[in-house]
């Protein structure tokens, strides 16, 4: 990623960018783009030259740095500094190329949206990774936040691409704690501040066996749904809550068949909140696909969460407390030897 001034010159260059120019940003800072990025159709110069010009192209022949290669090339204006810009660039050359495409029609159209979606996400990391270098320590935390969730979008992105065709994740062993904060970080940033948050955690727990990156996407997916319950109308009135919980469940965890021999789950991690629950007609197939007590929802992220889950080896089951007006969501998995 690169950031240009009205006057057509380099004026950050993010580690990325570094990276695909093969040499430091200071090499690079100050000059023209045009001579750093020799592209050889002219009207794709023109078009960068045009400071109102939005710009996307896919596959050009381009000389970068001091090394040709097919790039793919975004160009972005700022609204809120005129004739300043964005250029994002990407070697063509990685991922699926646009022919594989051509040659496997029933993966054409995820392959596409996969890589529009993942453009604008390599943007938003790179201005993260600009941001932080003038950030103070309270803004690094924020900026580091956004670049680690980008990345764990883009690997999303990735897994749902290759959905039904490709292995689970590797499992190995990792504090369950750090997963669960990454994932509470994530969400309480984008809930209402009358929400109240409750963490019970047991600092006793062994390692769990699982794939870190899945248990964060499960934990996000199942706390947003929690917070969002916890937000709706209810008849009693109640203050929302959302609670999370981590325990040994000794004796009362599940058990799954592992290659032919028994395996307990004894780690647990419970989400819960104090929303008015789940229609009861929908109760036994949330985590179905395209089934959703939302409004707008669209039905994929429990399906998604069952999914991950038994990927890892786990169980993730759903209970209705009437008595004590609790909805629960119960994830357990396997300790690490």
Do not use: Y
Request: hydrophobic share 45%; aromatic share 4%; glycine share 8%.
């Amino acid at each position: 990623m690169l950031l240009i001034g009205p006057d057509m010159a380099i004026r950050e260059v993010n580690p990325a960018g570094e990276d695909l120019l093969g040499a430091s940003a200071s090499r690079f800072t100050g000059r023209a783009l045009l001579d750093c990025l020799e592209l050889a159709e002219p009207r794709f110069r023109d078009s960068i030259e045009d400071p109102e010009a939005q710009l996307v192209a896919r596959g050009l022949d381009a000389v970068v740095g001091d090394r040709r290669l097919r790039v793919n090339l975004t160009v972005s204006a700022l609204p809120s500094h005129p004739g300043w810009r964005i250029v994002t660039l990407s070697d063509a050359s990685q991922g699926e190329r646009f022919e594989e495409q051509e040659r496997r029609p029933a993966l054409r159209g995820p392959a596409v949206l996969a890589h529009e979606i993942k453009n604008p996400l390599a943007a938003i990391r790179g201005a993260a990774q600009l941001l932080a270098r003038k950030a103070g320590d309270s803004e690094a935390k924020l900026t580091t936040l956004i670049r680690d969730e980008v990345d764990r979008i883009a690997q999303l992105i990735d897994r749902m691409q290759r959905l039904g065709r490709e292995r689970p994740d590797p499992l190995a062993p990792f504090n369950l704690h750090g997963a669960v904060h990454r994932a509470l970080e994530t969400v309480r940033l984008t809930s209402a501040p009358d929400l109240t948050w409750r963490e019970e955690f047991d600092p006793s727990l062994p390692l769990v066996l699982a794939s870190e990156g899945a248990l964060v996407q499960v934990l996000v997916n199942l706390l947003a749904n929690a917070r969002d319950a916890a937000m709706l109308p209810h008849p009693h009135e109640f203050a929302p809550q959302v609670a999370i919980r981590t325990r040994f469940a000794s004796g009362l965890a599940m058990r799954v068949m592992r290659l032919g021999r028994s395996v307990r789950l004894p780690i647990e991690v419970q989400v819960s909140d104090n929303g008015p629950g789940i229609d009861p007609a929908l109760a036994d197939h949330i985590f179905e696909p395209f089934v959703s007590s939302k409004a707008n929802g669209q039905g994929l992220g429990l399906a998604l969460v069952q999914k991950l889950v038994r990927d890892m080896g786990g169980r993730v089951s759903h209970e209705r407390d009437h008595q004590a007006g609790w909805t629960h969501f119960r994830v357990h998995l396997p300790v690490a030897r």
